[in-house]
C-alpha cells in the first residue's frame, strides 16, 4: 500500500506531480539536486492550490491539507529513505537518469515502486540504473499536472503486474485516467505529439500560415484543446528538440527529423513558455 511519495526533481513537472499526489492524501517529499529550487517550487504549488480554491475547483480544507502533508528536503537520498514510491521527473537525459536510479536503489526500501516521467526515453534503459528493475515504470504526466487528465503509464518487458497496478492505482487516487502502453520509443502520446508539432514547425518555416492559423485549424477543425505550437511552447522547444532527435535516431523515420526552424530558435533561446518566448510571446509570471 503507498502511504508515501518521493518526488524528485522541482521543476516545471515535478512540482506539480508533488502537488497533486499531496491533494490525493499521500504524505510527500519533493526534492532536487539543487536546494534552492526547493522554495520557489512550494510557492509556486500554494499558489495553484491558492488558485484552485478561489475558483472553486478545491475546498480551502483540501488544500490546506495538502500543504501539511508537502514537505521538502535537500537530497534525494533522504528523500527517498522511507518512500513507497519515488517519483522522478528530472531533466531528459537517460545518463543521468540512469545514476539517479543507483542512487535511488541504494537508498530506497526493498519494496518501493520506482517510477520516472521521461516522456520518451526507455523505460527499459532507465531501470537497468536500478537494483529491482521489475519494480521499475513509466509514469508520464503531462503539463500542467494540476489540470490535465492523461496520465501514461509505461511497462518494460520486466516490469512486474504489480507495479503496473500501483502505478494506475496511485494515478486514478490523483484524479488521473491512466493508460497502460508498451516501452517502444516515444511511447504513445510523445510519438503522436511530436509528430503533430514537428509538422506545424515545418509549415511555419514553409510559410504555409501564421502559428495562430495553424493552431486554430486544428482547435475547431479537430478539436484539440490547445494548437500544437501552443502546445510546444508550453513544454518547451528545447524538449521538443531533444524528444525529437531521440525518435529520429531509434525510428530512422524521416517524419522525426527537426525542422531548422526548431534548431535555430533553440539556439537562440527562444524556448517558449519558460524563456517568455517561442511561436508566441509570454508572460512571465511566478506560478505556472
Given at each position: 500500500?503507498?502511504?508515501?511519495?518521493?518526488?524528485?526533481?522541482?521543476?516545471?513537472?515535478?512540482?506539480?506531480?508533488?502537488?497533486?499526489?499531496?491533494?490525493?492524501?499521500?504524505?510527500?517529499?519533493?526534492?532536487?539536486?539543487?536546494?534552492?529550487?526547493?522554495?520557489?517550487?512550494?510557492?509556486?504549488?500554494q499558489t495553484n492550490l491558492a488558485g484552485g480554491v478561489s475558483r472553486g475547483k478545491i475546498a480551502?480544507?483540501?488544500?490546506?491539507?495538502?500543504?501539511?502533508?508537502?514537505?521538502?528536503?535537500?537530497?534525494?537520498?533522504?528523500?527517498?529513505?522511507?518512500?513507497?514510491?519515488?517519483?522522478?521527473?528530472?531533466?531528459?537525459?537517460?545518463?543521468?537518469?540512469?545514476?539517479?536510479?543507483?542512487?535511488?536503489?541504494?537508498?530506497?526500501?526493498?519494496?518501493?515502486?520506482?517510477?520516472?516521467?521521461?516522456?520518451?526515453?526507455?523505460?527499459?534503459?532507465?531501470?537497468?540504473?536500478?537494483?529491482?528493475?521489475?519494480?521499475?515504470?513509466?509514469?508520464?504526466?503531462?503539463?500542467?499536472?494540476?489540470?490535465?487528465?492523461?496520465?501514461?503509464?509505461?511497462?518494460?518487458?520486466?516490469?512486474?503486474?504489480?507495479?503496473?497496478?500501483?502505478?494506475?492505482?496511485?494515478?486514478?487516487?490523483?484524479?488521473?485516467?491512466?493508460?497502460?502502453?508498451?516501452?517502444?520509443?516515444?511511447?504513445?502520446?510523445?510519438?503522436?505529439?511530436?509528430?503533430?508539432?514537428?509538422?506545424?514547425?515545418?509549415?511555419?518555416?514553409?510559410?504555409?500560415?501564421?502559428?495562430?492559423?495553424?493552431?486554430?485549424?486544428?482547435?475547431?477543425?479537430?478539436?484539440?484543446?490547445?494548437?500544437?505550437?501552443?502546445?510546444?511552447?508550453?513544454?518547451?522547444?528545447?524538449?521538443?528538440?531533444?524528444?525529437?532527435?531521440?525518435?529520429?535516431?531509434?525510428?530512422?523515420?524521416?517524419?522525426?527529423?527537426?525542422?531548422?526552424?526548431?534548431?535555430?530558435?533553440?539556439?537562440?533561446?527562444?524556448?517558449?513558455?519558460?524563456?517568455?518566448?517561442?511561436?508566441?510571446?509570454?508572460?512571465?509570471?511566478?506560478?505556472?
Amino acid at each position: 500500500m503507498i502511504k508515501r511519495i518521493a518526488v524528485i526533481g522541482a521543476g516545471t513537472m515535478g512540482h506539480g506531480i508533488a502537488q497533486m499526489t499531496a491533494l490525493a492524501g499521500y504524505a510527500t517529499c519533493l526534492t532536487d539536486a539543487n536546494a534552492k529550487a526547493l522554495p520557489a517550487a512550494l510557492e509556486r504549488v500554494q499558489t495553484n492550490l491558492a488558485g484552485g480554491v478561489s475558483r472553486g475547483k478545491i475546498a480551502k480544507e483540501a488544500a490546506d491539507a495538502a500543504l501539511e502533508r508537502l514537505e521538502t528536503v535537500d537530497t534525494p537520498a533522504e528523500a527517498v529513505q522511507e518512500a513507497d514510491l519515488v517519483i522522478e521527473a528530472i531533466v531528459e537525459n537517460l545518463d543521468v537518469k540512469q545514476q539517479l536510479f543507483r542512487l535511488i536503489s541504494a537508498n530506497v526500501p526493498d519494496t518501493a515502486v520506482l517510477a520516472s516521467n521521461t516522456s520518451s526515453l526507455s523505460i527499459a534503459a532507465i531501470a537497468s540504473g536500478a537494483t529491482k528493475p521489475e519494480r521499475v515504470v513509466g509514469m508520464h504526466f503531462f503539463n500542467p499536472v494540476h489540470i490535465m487528465k492523461l496520465l501514461e503509464v509505461v511497462r518494460h518487458d520486466g516490469t512486474d503486474d504489480a507495479t503496473v497496478d500501483t502505478a494506475v492505482a496511485v494515478g486514478i487516487a490523483m484524479g488521473k485516467e491512466p493508460i497502460v502502453v508498451r516501452d517502444r520509443p516515444g511511447f504513445a502520446s510523445s510519438r503522436l505529439g511530436i509528430a503533430i508539432g514537428l509538422e506545424a514547425m515545418r509549415m511555419v518555416e514553409e510559410e504555409v500560415a501564421l502559428p495562430e492559423a495553424i493552431d486554430k485549424a486544428m482547435k475547431l477543425g479537430y478539436g484539440h484543446p490547445m494548437g500544437p505550437l501552443e502546445l510546444s511552447d508550453l513544454v518547451g522547444l528545447d524538449v521538443r528538440l531533444s524528444i525529437a532527435e531521440y525518435l529520429h535516431k531509434e525510428l530512422e523515420a524521416p517524419h522525426f527529423e527537426p525542422p531548422q526552424i526548431l534548431r535555430e530558435m533553440v539556439e537562440r533561446g527562444d524556448l517558449g513558455k519558460k524563456s517568455g518566448k517561442g511561436f508566441y510571446e509570454w508572460p512571465k509570471t511566478k506560478s505556472s
